[in-house]
């Protein structure tokens, strides 16, 4: 009786090995186009940051250039929002252009 549950108790177990449950895991800011669209040369960094939060890189030799990026662990998520947005400043700190993977804008 004792191997029958001991046998039950491991198939059990092993079972749970073969298709585990994957979380998945998003990180960063999503751009939708409404945000994107709003966008625009002339911005300050401060209605910048309104629009689409603290940037998740910004460089460590100048304060004019801004990164926002987004990760999933799953790509099928979100596959037509962008991934990753550059925008650039001028001296002043207002907007000069931005990229994104499928598009450039100036």
Known sequence: MIRILISIALIASLSA???PHRVRVDQ???IDQSSLESLQTG???DQ????FGPPSNQSSFSNNR???LFRSSDPSFQ???VKLLVIEFDSQGYVTRWTTPNATKS
């Not at 910048?48 to 629009?51: G, K, L, W, Y």
């Open 17 to 19: 090995c073969i298709n």
């Open 28 to 30: 960063g800011v999503l």
């Open 48 to 51: 910048v940051r309104r629009i």
């Open 43 to 45: 911005l300050t960094q």
């Open 66 to 68: 801004w990164e926002y």
């Open 79 to 81: 596959a037509d929002k």
